[in-house]
């Protein structure tokens, strides 16, 4: 069991590189399995997220070697098709494996997978259109099981843009015999990002990025290099870091076109933010109230940016709004940031900010990974000691971000709880 400590009040100044997304190399880490050759993927981040999942494929069958930040991958002893449980619950991502799998054994068993518990997310999309395309899928005993002789190509029409089923589909498609054409799919960079890492290694995908994919189906694939896209989500975590401390921060190793929905609203917020080409420099100032935070999907503002800028806000001159339309359970955050003095209500699915002078340093608990994250910046500048628990949640996500921290300046250690047996 581990914890934070925060003593708050601590200006952030200085420059902080960002890591490889997490969101582009859990499917990345999946599609490897698609593979004949070895694999290389740079600018890894080492978050327990990428850790369960290597510890799936290793349960498979692949051979793994990380160095570093650097990541080889040898799927040519894949030799099972069947996840354990018990890792399958510790992380919602898992679930990509199945069109992989798909694709490249015939079949594949898993249990519901696991994750953060930030509302409904069912798997419906992803059996949907793996039964298009051929699959038989049995669901039983919280199980599914799917099988295919020959996966086959499809229109397949989403009901709602879902980021992991765009991508598991994707990745099935890639042996299916013929085209498949996915309709109404998510526009995530991270889409992006994997349909690059599957051309380089000899798929034939286009689209990703628009509302239609389509993918052509080969027979086999190479080995490849990829260096993951930078992530968009902890560089907007940052962004919000200085401003919150009325600091001074350059982030380095960011695409600033995957953050303009982010810097569109922190700028609204009263924060000062220059782009450059791959870097930002941001300056904080006095916070003002944005009545019009609503999340969507891309390119719209993202519901993991959600609590950080609530944390924000909660310090703005008047009255936010913050709606939240992807996650109806994303507002686990609010009675967390209450118990440090913010004035936060919520009416259906819009939580209401009314700003205060100062949040004060308490005792919380990380929720999930995000809202997780939002406790450590609402920490950073509040008066006093802030005590944030289960910080295995932020460690889903962000490498060490503790250790980011205390290189702006931040005052922020982790420290070891003992663990008390009844």
Known sequence: MEKFVIEGGERLSGK???????????????????????????????????????DILECL??????????????????????????????????????GPLL??????????????????RPIDLHLKGLISMGVEVVEENGYVSAKAGTLK???????????????????????????????????EPEIVDLQNFLNKMGARVRGAGTDIIT???????????????????????????????????????????????????LREAGLEILEDSDSLMVRGGKIKGVNSVRTLPYPGFPTDMQPQ???????????????????????????ELNKMGAQ?????????????????GAKVKAPDLRAGAALVLA???????TLIDEVHYIDRGYERLDLMLQKLGANIKRVHAPVINV
């Not at 080889?72 to 919602?92: F, H, N, Q, V």
């Not at 992991?164 to 109404?184: C, D, P, Q, V």
């Not at 560089?235 to 921060?249: C, P, R, S």
């Not at 699915?349 to 002078?357: E, L, M, Q, W």
């Open 309 to 335: 800028i609530m944390a924000l806000l909660s310090y703005a001159d008047g009255i936010s709004v913050v709606k939240e339309s992807v996650f109806e359970g994303r507002f686990s955050h609010i009675n």
């Open 379 to 385: 920490g950073l500048s509040a008066q006093g000691t």
């Open 61 to 98: 069958g692949v051979k793994i070697d990380w160095k570093e930040n650097s990541l080889e991958l040898d799927a040519d002893s894949l030799s099972t098709s069947e996840i354990p449980e018990k890792l399958m619950c510790e992380m919602r991502s898992s679930i990509f494996l199945m």
């Open 215 to 265: 993918i052509e189906g080969v027979k086999s694939l190479d080995g490849a290099v990829h260096r993951l896209i930078p992530d968009r989500i902890i560089a907007g975590t940052m962004i919000v870091a200085a401003g919150i401390t009325d600091g001074e921060v350059i982030i380095e190793n960011i695409i600033p076109e995957h953050l303009e929905a982010v810097i569109s609203k």
């Open 153 to 187: 190509g499809s229109t397949i029409h989403l009901d709602f843009p879902s980021v992991g089923a765009t991508e598991n589909l994707m990745m099935a498609a890639i042996y299916a015999k013929g085209f498949t054409r996915l309709h109404n799919v998510a526009k």
């Open 344 to 360: 936060i209500t919520v009416q259906e699915r819009s939580a209401i900010i009314k700003g205060v002078n100062n949040l004060k």
């Open 16 to 54: 902080i590189r960002i890591t490889g997304a997490k969101n582009s190399i859990l499917p990345i880490l999946a599609a490897s399995l698609l593979s004949s050759g070895k694999v290389r993927i740079e600018d890894v981040p080492r978050i327990s997220d990428v850790k369960v999942m290597l």
């Open 103 to 120: 694709g490249k054994l015939g079949k594949v068993k898993v249990s519901y997978p696991g994750g953060c518990a930030i509302g409904p």
